[in-house]
């Protein structure tokens, strides 16, 4: 009987868990105060990839704004990323980095792992986010690497 | 006493009303600072020479077209209007115009002279003319400070473009607030943001090799930020230019500018 109660939410989950990967593109996380304790993705993510979308301009141009350990070139926007691994958990880095607002609703930083509640997205970019759910992840082990203030 | 204390009232809510007009302003009048001022100096000493200044064949080219005859009527601006008639002018736009009730930017009361006074073919906007035409006209202003009123049928459409000035928008979530009001001064990679004022347009880009229209420039951070792009003229570019009028209040003129 109890086995049974066990089982059940367990199929649920993986019923759910299908989909969003059956649709591919649906764009989901479950918050928990200021963070994201479950990963996106089951691949773990990769901290050289990370690196990359970064720095990139078409990845996730986070130099823009922050100060990026290693780069010369970046914006004043926004506090340096030195140090970040150390300041917050890598579930506290994933909801920075998947929709800032839900920490500070008038932030700067774009929600990159959103789609909805989004006004006049251009064509080309409607109902895609900024970074893929295996994306965010590189991501945060890159950021969670970060222990460094400089 | 009851008539003084109702002066008292009345003077109370003027003041209150002047503090929430104070508040509304992110930038307050003493603060502002037009664009030439973060760029680097050889850009702003190009703009400052009329000899250098790229703007200034527009401005040229404009001033030939003034009195060029064109339309059904044969007739040319300077037909009508005197040269020195239009000074001051642009530091009024975008404005209610009186006949429709509309509201118009410099662009297209430069439209609605050709088609309505001269039986001409309206010129499309960005075309070589109409900018050369619209450069002309506002360098008649230089040095003005804007001064564009919002009272009236311009009411509704001021408030119209604040609310698009606040909207978040695009893949990047961003409202011109965000940038123009919040972070001007810093640098956005390598770019410093400006307070996003209107009064040097039509500007001279370099990353155009052109001139363009403010709304040109417009477009260009709503396609930073991966957002829809309207046509030009749209209704919301209109209110949006007076919301970016009302924020740039006594500001002066200086077109052509000279941009990155």
């Given at each position: 009987m109890t086995r049974k109660h066990a089982v059940a939410p367990a199929i649920a989950i993986l019923l759910a868990y299908s989909q969003v990967w059956a649709q591919g593109e649906s764009v989901r996380f479950e918050a928990v105060g200021d963070a994201?304790?479950?990963?996106?993705?089951?691949e773990p993510g990769n901290a050289a990839r990370g690196r990359s979308i970064v720095v990139n301009r078409d990845g996730g141009a986070c130099t823009l704004c922050h100060a990026v350990p290693g780069e010369k070139n970046f914006g004043n926007i926004a506090p340096t990323l030195a140090g970040v691994g150390a300041r917050l958990s890598p579930a506290q880095l994933r909801l920075r980095v998947a929709d800032s607002t839900r920490v500070?609703?008038?932030?700067?930083?774009?929600?990159?792992?959103r789609t909805e509640?989004?006004?006049?997205?251009a064509a080309a970019f409607r109902?895609?986010?900024?970074?893929s759910a295996q994306q965010v992840e590189d991501v945060v082990a890159w950021l969670a690497t970060l222990k460094e203030a400089q | 006493m009851r008539r003084a204390r109702a002066r008292l009232a009345l003077a109370a809510a003027a003041l209150a009303a002047g503090v929430v007009l104070a508040q509304e302003r992110a930038i307050p009048p003493g603060e502002l600072k037009s664009g030439?001022?973060?760029?680097g100096s050889d850009l702003r000493a190009l703009q400052n020479d009329d000899f250098a200044n790229p703007g200034m064949l527009w401005v040229e080219r404009g001033e030939r077209l003034w009195s060029e005859l064109a339309g059904k009527k044969t007739l040319a601006c300077a037909s009508c209007h005197k040269?020195?008639?239009?000074?001051g002018v642009a530091a009024?736009?975008?404005?209610?115009?009186?006949?429709?009730g509309k509201l118009v930017n410099l662009e297209d009361r430069i439209n609605l002279c050709r088609t309505g006074r001269m039986d001409a073919e309206p010129l499309r906007y960005e075309s070589e003319e109409l900018l050369a035409l619209t450069a002309y006209v506002a360098r008649q202003s230089l040095g003005l400070p804007i001064a564009t009123r919002i009272d009236g049928a311009a009411r509704a459409h001021f408030e119209a473009g604040r609310a698009a000035y606040h909207l978040r928008r695009g893949q990047m979530n961003l409202s011109c607030a965000h940038c123009?009001?919040?972070?001007?001064?810093?640098?956005l990679l390598s770019e410093t943001i400006s307070q996003?004022?209107?009064?040097?347009?039509?500007a001279y880009r370099m990353e155009w090799q052109t001139i363009g229209s403010l709304q040109r420039r417009i477009r260009a951070c709503l396609s930073g930020i991966r957002a829809e792009m309207l046509p030009y003229g749209s209704p919301e570019y209109l209110d949006l230019e007076l919301y970016l009028a009302w924020r740039a209040q006594g500001l002066p003129i200086e077109t052509p500018g000279v941009r990155r």
């Open positions: 994201i304790p479950r990963a996106l993705t089951s500070n609703p008038d932030t700067p930083m774009p929600a990159y792992y509640g989004l006004n006049q997205v109902g895609k986010p900024l970074l | 030439s001022v973060f760029l040269d020195t008639s239009m000074r009024s736009y975008p404005k209610i115009d009186k006949a429709s123009h009001d919040a972070q001007w001064g810093k640098r996003g004022h209107p009064n040097a347009y039509p």
